[in-house]
T-cell receptor
Framework: EAQVTQNPRYLITVTGKKLTVTCSQN?????MSWYRQDPGLGLRQIYY???????DKGDVPEGYKVSRKEKRNFPLILESPSPNQTSLYFC??????????????FGQGTRLTVV | QQQVKQSPQSLIVQKGGISIINCAYE??????FPWYQQFPGKGPALLIA?????SEKKEGRFTISFNKSAKQFSLHIMDSQPGDSATYFC?????????????FGTGTLLAVQP
């Protein structure tokens, strides 16, 4: 089954404690991205990756890091989380085929609370 | 100029009725307009999408209407069912760009009452 898998689904942490949210896709997609979803703001892109070792900032990259060492994995790293990073996070992917010009596959989401 | 404005914020429709969600954009470079459906506890799922060379696209009960001159597009759900109750996001993208980055609207929470 084609899917994007995120872990954990829920996470409560304290300010300043480094954390990583993992994302893996099994479709051999080149493009992966991270979004945060906040009420009244929709989804906003944090970082994206065009392929292995190729990453770039989205619209709200401050406070986040990513890496793309393998094609299937795209972890999101919060080096020093702050309460304003409390949000619902989604990883997404798409392939190079012409059927889907934009992200067609999203993970289940990670609800992060920073206290 | 990068914004996509979506309305209404929430919508209640009776079973069998028509649900209409509207979006407007400013950037005339946008050339791909997808809609995403999100159920509680799930990630968004691509529902239907349109390019600006057509004014309407229909897939089952879901129709996108596109008005290029007004820079507006809308999602129509015909014969709405309780199973359609979800949050709907419109979005816009530039296909010819380097990343095809999505710009999302703020979402519409649809409730279809039985």
């Amino acid at each position: 089954e084609a899917q994007v898998t995120q872990n954990p689904r829920y996470l409560i942490t304290v300010t300043g404690k480094k954390l990583t949210v993992t994302c893996s896709q099994n479709m051999n997609h080149e493009y992966m991205s991270w979004y945060r979803q906040d009420p009244g703001l929709g989804l906003r892109q944090i970082y994206y990756s065009m392929n292995v070792e190729v990453t770039d900032k989205g619209d709200v990259p401050e406070g986040y890091k990513v890496s793309r060492k393998e094609k299937r994995n795209f972890p999101l790293i919060l080096e020093s989380p702050s309460p304003n990073q409390t949000s619902l996070y989604f990883c997404a992917s798409r392939g190079q085929d012409s059927l889907h010009y934009t992200e067609a596959f999203f993970g289940q989401g990670t609800r992060l609370t920073v206290v | 100029q990068q914004q996509v404005k979506q309305s209404p914020q929430s919508l209640i429709v009776q079973k069998g009725g028509i649900s209409i969600i509207n979006c407007a954009y400013e950037n005339t470079a946008f050339d791909y307009f997808p809609w995403y459906q999100q159920f509680p506890g799930k990630g968004p799922a691509l529902l239907i999408a349109i390019r600006p060379d057509v004014s309407e696209k229909k897939e089952g009960r879901f129709t996108i209407s596109f008005n290029k001159s007004a820079k507006q597009f809308s999602l129509h759900i015909m014969d709405s069912q309780p199973g359609d109750s979800a949050t709907y996001f419109c979005a816009a993208s530039i296909i010819g760009g380097a990343t095809n980055k999505l710009i999302f609207g703020t979402g519409t929470l649809l409730a279809v009452q039985p």
